[in-house]
């Protein structure tokens, strides 16, 4: 079956720098989402994007679908912006998560 | 509702017990879901509704889990025999559309143990 793959696996900043998140997937798929898990275990939806770049306040999503990947942009990160990370693909009408990229932003 | 309401919020059963869950979706959204999210892990997908039909059951871990969805609203799964390693977060989402997309919204989650 298709593979996802997050990387990187764990990321530790300070308040206010940017980071990227990375979401390769090994076959064509046919929908991409962002979701963030936060500390208390809620999920957010973050972006639906199968293709192209949106944008949400500091945050913005790139999924280049030829290329099978996506990027999550986070800038001028906060700590409320700790948590998991998670990119989710649609094939063969199953949802398949990748194993998320935890990101701590310390004070 | 408002959002996607989950019942129980904890549930703890003995081994060999049925349990219930319950999921009640965002009004309006034809599209429901379940997923089962172990202590520090990733989401692992376990079936879909569209309406009251549910295309692949394939994603149910064994013939111990089923689920079924009624008047296009409220979701139950169901585990028998309940076994240890079925202990983890149970998340049921919504959406308007099938297979993520715009308005996809989760639930806070039904924590069973079983001991």
């Known amino acids: 079956g298709i593979q996802v793959e997050q990387s990187p696996p764990d990321l530790i900043l300070q308040e206010g720098a940017n980071s990227t998140l990375r979401c390769n997937f090994s076959?064509?798929?046919?929908?991409l989402q962002w979701f963030h898990q936060n500390p208390w275990g809620q999920l957010i939806n973050l972006f639906y994007i199968p293709s192209g770049t949106k944008q949400n306040g500091r945050l913005s999503a790139t999924t280049v679908a030829t290329e099978r990947y996506s990027l999550l942009y986070i800038s001028s990160s906060q700590t409320t912006d700790s948590g998991v990370y998670f990119c989710?693909?649609?094939?063969?009408?199953?949802?398949?998560f990748g194993k998320g990229t935890r990101l701590h932003i310390l004070p | 509702g408002a959002g996607v309401s989950q019942s129980p919020s904890n549930k703890v059963t003995e081994k060999g017990k049925d349990v219930e869950l319950r999921c009640d979706p965002i009004s309006g959204h034809t599209a429901l879901y379940w997923y089962r999210q172990s202590l520090g892990q990733g989401l692992e997908f376990l079936i879909y509704f569209q309406g009251n039909s549910a295309p692949d059951k394939s994603g149910l871990p064994s013939d111990r889990f089923s689920a079924e969805r009624t008047g296009g609203s409220v979701s139950t799964l169901t585990i028998q025999r309940t076994q240890q390693e079925d202990s983890a977060v149970y998340l049921c989402a919504s959406s308007s559309e099938g297979l993520l997309g715009y308005g996809y919204t989760f639930g806070s989650g039904t924590r069973l143990t079983v001991v």
């Open positions: 076959d064509s798929v046919n929908n």
């Open positions: 989710a693909v649609v094939r063969d009408d199953k949802i398949i």
